[in-house]
C-alpha cells in the first residue's frame, strides 16, 4: 500500500454534468500529481499541485480545475462531463524538495461517463 | 520531443524465463526513469528507477538496463513467475520544475505457469 488513498472508486455520470475526486496524499509528501489513463494506454498528465499552488499544466482543457488543501489533500474538478473523459483517474504523491523523489500512485479513480 | 516509446505491446514468457521491456525516449533533458507495474483495477506502483549517470541498476530479479547513447532504457524480469503478469510501464521525467512523468503506452505481460 502505497498511502496514497482516493475516492470515490467508481463512479458513473451523465454527459453535462460535473464531478469532483478526491485524493488524500501520502504523509509528509506535499506534491500531488493527478493523471488521465484512457483504458489500455499510459497515464497521461493533466496538472500538479505543490504546497497548494499548480506547478504545471498538461496538455487538458481548462474544464479540468484543482485544488490542493493545507494538509495536502487534493481535488480535481471536471466540469461539462464528455463521453471520452471516461476513463481511470489516478492521484500520485511525492515529496517536492527541489529534486526528484519517488512518486506513490493511489489506486485510482474509475469514471465512466455515458 | 516529448514522447516515451515502448515495446513491444504485450509479451508472453514461461514461468522461469526472462522477460524483457524495451523503452525509447527522445529528450535529452529527461533525467529519471521509473518503471511501474500495473495490477488490473489498481494504481501503478513504482518497481525500480535508474537516473542516466549508471547504465545498470538491479533490485532483485528487476534490472534496468540504460543506454544514454541511444537513448535506451529496459527492464529485464529475470526469473520470470505468474505473479509477475500485469502491465509495466516505463516512464521518464526532468527532475527540475514539474517533474510530471511522460509515460510509455505499456506492455502487457503474461507468465505461465
Known amino acids: 500500500e502505497t498511502g496514497v488513498t482516493q475516492s470515490p472508486t467508481h463512479l458513473i455520470k451523465t454527459r453535462g454534468q460535473q464531478v469532483t475526486l478526491r485524493c488524500s496524499s501520502q504523509?509528509?509528501?506535499?506534491?500531488v500529481s493527478w493523471y488521465q489513463q484512457a483504458l489500455g494506454q499510459g497515464p497521461q498528465f493533466i496538472f500538479q499541485y505543490y504546497r497548494e499552488e499548480e506547478n504545471g499544466r498538461g496538455n487538458f482543457p481548462p474544464r479540468f480545475s484543482g485544488l490542493q488543501f493545507p494538509n495536502y489533500s487534493s481535488e480535481l474538478n471536471v466540469n461539462a462531463l464528455e463521453l471520452d473523459d471516461s476513463a481511470l483517474y489516478l492521484c500520485a504523491s511525492s515529496l517536492g524538495t527541489g529534486r526528484i523523489t519517488e512518486a506513490f500512485f493511489g489506486q485510482g479513480t474509475r469514471l465512466t461517463v455515458v | 520531443q516529448q514522447q516515451v516509446k515502448q515495446s513491444p505491446q504485450s509479451l508472453i514468457v514461461q514461468k522461469g524465463g526472462i522477460s524483457i521491456i524495451n523503452c525509447a525516449y527522445e529528450n535529452t533533458a529527461f533525467d529519471y526513469f521509473p518503471w511501474y507495474q500495473q495490477f488490473p483495477g489498481k494504481g501503478p506502483a513504482l518497481l525500480i528507477a535508474?537516473?542516466?549517470?549508471?547504465s545498470e541498476k538491479k533490485e532483485g530479479r528487476f534490472t534496468i538496463s540504460f543506454n544514454k547513447s541511444a537513448k535506451q532504457f529496459s527492464l529485464h524480469i529475470m526469473d520470470s513467475q505468474p505473479g509477475d503478469s500485469a502491465t509495466y510501464f516505463c516512464?521518464?521525467?526532468?527532475?527540475?520544475?514539474?517533474?510530471?512523468?511522460?509515460f510509455g503506452t505499456g506492455t502487457r505481460l503474461k507468465v505461465l505457469a
Open positions: 504523509s509528509g509528501h506535499n506534491t
Open positions: 516512464a521518464a521525467t526532468l527532475t527540475s520544475g514539474t517533474y510530471k512523468y511522460i
Open positions: 535508474i537516473r542516466p549517470d549508471v
